[in-house]
């Protein structure tokens, strides 16, 4: 909690404080900004000093500038405000290059997206989407006759927004030897016409039978993809990245990683998860350890276990207490056998876990799998999380501060845009979508809340899932008054959650999250004042300049200066 009336007198404080020893010069100060800092200790100041990658001081304009040496950079900021770099606690690396059906709103769309991006590729090549909802179709129901239409002999495959199923054209089920015949897998279904003919559809694990016939990238595609996901971070005033895969990187990814890291293009902290494997040996757990201890505080680091109880409601694969409008309650992936002693042996080893669990149902079997590792081994600082954690049962909220579970949620699904209103709502009705990402409940609960985008199923832009969390409103600022506006939380609960809480689920609260002496110097400039004006001006706001600890990552081409 950010308490304004005590801010002056702990500027002047910690300067004192911070000033105390006879410190050589700093490196760089910046002053004359508007610093909100995520420091309950000192919420805001004019001015910090950098050395070395670190704060070293923060406080008045003046007092700063009275550190100055005579080789020391100062950087005016001309009273611009400044944040701590945001940290995305939730973000996937993709797997490919794909064309972007976000946000198409019809067939006719699609298949134009998907022309256009054709062209430029090898002929014949397979023609990959990914971002298309089911409101996007005839009768919501996605087919394999709009991609026949435009592509008769040519493979395509496109995943929904979420990633939970895929539509495939008839020459890409031919391909893959998908027909009537073909059982449905254990982890999905093939959609099938009443005959029994496949329509294209291919929900969960279904949609490895197509999309593993997929060429894979080579290592310098993986290599290029990953430096411009990172300047894209950059741009938006990233400093810090969990990569939450399922699987732990692939070989292509980790060598991507570590060669951005070896030749000082890795412009982020790079958090990485870990596999959650049911019955993992435990060398191979002492393995995670080491990793985990040998990178802790590096740039890339290797963090928490990631593992998925369930899928989407708009799959209705998430799994639900009780069902969904029209039958149905999902299915978990996993038995509470199963994930009660796959998390009690991670937590064993002293390993963070987090758990993809959406429906009720799922999110409460993440929750016992918890309390039962804490049963068994005892409590201790373990933040585990729950990732997405989209539809709480009311009764299970307040058992998030009571085990120490973080609630890794994103912002932006709160975004009522035609799915969530026209497919979401519907499924779970009036009831379960009242108490649908309820982030202020979270904090009122005293769930420890960390925000992340689950890029690239959203826009990775903090900016936007901030303006989501604090109107619940579309970028065009309907529906009036916002999506569950009982839902809603403030503009400085939703930063925090983007920085301080981000830090705090990631183990570093102590290197960033906040613009504190001591701490790595990540913050951004922003071209507006966002914490003075109407919540719209989030959508107009840019970032002008993003550090890393100290180094500039991104500088947007307007902003003039040192
Ligand atoms: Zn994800």
């Not at 770099?85 to 134009?112: K, Y």
């Not at 585990?384 to 989209?390: D, L, Q, S």
Request: overall charge negative.
């Amino acid at each position: 909690m950010i308490r304004r009336l005590c801010a002056v007198a702990c500027l002047w404080l910690a300067v004192a404080f911070t000033t105390a020893s006879a410190a050589p010069p700093p490196a760089r100060i910046y002053v004359n900004a508007r610093v909100w800092t995520a420091d309950a200790a000192q919420p805001v100041a004019e001015a910090f000093a950098v050395t070395e990658g670190r704060f070293v001081a923060v406080g008045s304009s003046e007092t700063v500038r009275a550190l100055a040496g005579p080789s020391t950079t100062v950087v005016d900021l001309g009273g611009r405000r400044v944040v701590p770099g945001f940290i995305d606690t939730h973000w996937h690396l993709p797997a490919r290059r794909s064309a972007r059906l976000d946000n198409a709103g019809s067939v006719e769309v699609i298949q134009q997206r998907l022309v256009e991006y054709a062209k430029g590729l090898p002929a014949g090549s397979w023609v990959v989407g990914r971002g298309w909802m089911p409101t996007d179709f005839p009768g919501r129901t996605a087919h394999k006759r709009y991609l026949d239409a435009v592509f008769p002999d040519r493979p395509v495959v496109i995943r929904d927004r979420d990633g939970h199923q895929a539509l495939a054209n008839s020459r890409a089920l031919a391909l893959a030897g998908v027909t009537r015949d073909t059982a449905d897998p254990d982890d999905g279904r093939i959609e099938r016409e009443p005959d029994g003919t496949p329509t294209g559809l291919l929900k969960e694990g279904a949609a490895g039978l197509v999309s593993r016939l997929l060429p894979p990238l080579s290592a310098s595609d993986t290599y290029q993809l990953l430096l411009e996901e990172l300047a894209a971070a950059a741009s938006f005033g990233l400093t810090s990245l969990t990569d939450a895969t399922d699987v732990g990187l692939t070989d292509n990814e980790r060598s991507a990683v570590e060669r951005a890291l070896a030749e000082g293009r890795l412009t982020v902290n790079y958090r990485a998860a870990l596999p959650l494997e049911t019955d993992v040996a435990p060398e191979r757990l002492a393995g995670f350890v080491r990793l985990r201890d040998a990178t802790r505080g590096e740039l890339l680091t290797y963090g928490f276990a990631k593992g998925m109880i369930d899928g989407t409601v708009d799959a209705k694969t998430a799994f639900m207490l009780e069902p969904y409008v029209g039958g149905g309650n999902g299915t978990p992936f996993v038995s509470q056998d199963d994930l009660n002693r796959t998390v009690a042996a991670y937590d064993r080893a002293g390993l963070q876990v987090g758990l993809h669990a959406i429906g009720d149902g799922a999110i409460r079997m993440a929750l016992d799998a918890y309390e039962y590792a804490a049963k068994v081994n005892g409590r201790r600082d373990s933040r585990h999380r729950i990732e997405h954690v989209e539809v709480p049962a009311s009764a299970d909220l307040p058992r998030f501060a009571q085990l120490g579970v973080v609630a890794a949620t994103q912002a932006i699904f709160a975004t009522p845009d035609t799915s969530t209103l026209e497919n979401y709502a519907p499924l779970v009705g009036p009831e379960r979508a009242a108490r649908a990402q309820p982030f202020k409940q979270f904090d009122d609960a005293g769930a420890m809340q960390a925000f992340g985008s689950d890029y690239p199923v959203y826009p990775m832009d903090p900016l936007l899932g901030i303006y989501t969390a604090v109107t619940r409103q579309t970028r065009d600022g309907k529906p009036e008054g916002g999506w569950h506006p009982h839902n809603r939380i403030s503009l400085e609960t939703a930063l925090l959650h983007y920085t301080r809480d981000a830090a705090y689920a990631s183990f570093d609260e102590t290197r960033t999250g906040t613009i504190s002496a001591g701490k790595f110097a990540d913050f951004v400039v922003l071209s507006r004042d966002i914490l003075d004006g109407p919540a719209r001006q989030l959508l107009d706001t840019k970032v002008l300049l993003t550090v890393l600890r100290g180094r500039e990552t991104w500088r947007a081409p307007e902003f003039a200066g040192p």
